[in-house]
């Protein structure tokens, strides 16, 4: 549900927004979901049937950015938005609610196919954002590790051992995947 006046975000999130199910939803490091704006068009080129849903807001996101997508991420890179600053840390994993939500098994799987997943925010510093304010990039720890790899090792599973050696101790990476890249550089001897 769009919102009109200042918001504010705490460590957990947005004040007013609820996740359903927690063990796979929020937290500090799924806290706030962005997705850029400018995906939106290609979706409803795609799935015009789903027109009416594509609009933003549509995939559940908390913030729509515009101008802004997973290319033009690193990992770590950490934001200024209103009085908060975030910091991207992983992208989203779309799972059966999104099919649901579009009543459309597919839209997961398109999800994955495209790269355009969006990315969770970890809450730096809690304050208050505004639609239609500027997104400031205060830090760019990882320049060189551009976050649509990221998704794409994550939806594919195809890093190399160099990437995995170096998401090992990737500043504003998410533990998770952190201890992913772990776990697959331990089988690869």
């Known amino acids: 549900m769009p919102v009109h006046g200042p918001v504010r975000i705490t460590q957990l999130g947005l004040d007013g927004d609820e996740q359903a199910d927690l063990t796979v939803h929020g937290g500090l490091e799924k806290a706030v979901y962005g997705y850029s704006s400018n995906h939106y068009d290609a979706w409803r080129i795609e799935y015009p049937q789903h027109s009416s849903v594509l609009v933003p807001g549509g995939f559940g996101e908390n913030l729509c950015i515009e101008g802004v997508c997973e290319a ?3 990992v770590g890179e950490v934001h200024r938005i209103g009085s908060a600053r975030l910091q991207v840390c992983q992208p989203r994993q779309p799972c059966f609610k999104l099919a649901l939500h579009f009543k459309d098994k597919r839209m997961p799987k398109a999800m994955v196919r495209t790269g355009r997943a969006g990315w969770y925010y970890r809450v730096l510093e809690p304050g208050v954002i505004a639609p239609g304010e500027a997104v400031h990039v205060d830090e760019r720890p ?4 551009a976050f649509s790899r990221l998704v794409e090792l994550i939806s594919h599973g195809r ?3 160099p990437e995995l050696q170096c998401m090992l101790d990737m500043e504003g990476l998410a533990a998770d ?3 992913w890249a772990h776990e697959r550089l331990s089988t690869l001897g």
């Open 72 to 74: 033009d991420l690193s």
């Open 142 to 145: 990882n320049p060189r590790f």
């Open 159 to 161: 890093a190399t051992r």
């Open 177 to 179: 995947w952190k201890a």
